[in-house]
């Protein structure tokens, strides 16, 4: 009976094809990226235009960080994670939980300077945003270790999990 409500899982050890957290998460990443660089370049040139551009990527970016967050709690959880892996995917879990509510809090920042100063932008907006990018580029490099290090939901691993190697 229980069988009929849980699907199967395929060599990756996924409910569907392939990892969907990855794809996701990549929007995220290049869209607050590309934000804080378009409010710096907007900062030094005096493009206004820039600032809206930003805006509207940080908005979009803050719809798509629960959806990667959600992807990656499904996958996480579905990783057969060995002990090694266990401390890197723990804190990549907290710091992405953290950038989900940092990155909305600066796109509610971003709204209020939208609506009150739309012709120039704070520096020590600029400097919060150079600190959530440097979180970012940390964050993206322990998601490439649990991915390029680890393997994980690769069918190598999955296959050696199952079998006891790891």
């Known amino acids: 009976m229980l069988e009929k409500l849980i699907p199967h899982l395929n060599e990756h050890n996924l409910p569907y094809p392939d990892t969907i957290h990855p794809i996701v998460v990549h929007f995220v990443i290049a869209m607050v990226l590309f934000a804080f660089v378009c409010d710096v370049v907007g900062y030094f040139t005096n493009n206004t235009k820039l600032f809206e551009v930003s805006w509207w990527n940080m908005f979009f970016a803050t719809i798509s960080v629960f959806v990667a967050v959600i992807f990656g709690q499904i996958e996480a959880g579905l990783a057969l994670a060995y002990d090694a892996v266990e401390p890197t995917l723990n804190l990549h879990t907290l710091i992405g939980w953290s950038l989900s509510g940092f ?29 959530l990018t440097i979180l970012l580029c940390f964050q ?3 998601g490439d270790k649990l991915v390029w290090v680890y393997g994980l939901h690769t069918s190598q691993v999955v296959e050696a999990v199952k079998e006891g190697a790891l």
Do not use: E
């Open 140 to 142: 993206v490099y322990l």
């Open 103 to 131: 990155i909305a809090a600066m796109t509610g920042w971003r709204y209020v300077i939208r609506i009150r100063y739309p012709k120039r932008i704070p520096v020590t907006y600029l400097g919060i945003g150079l600190l």
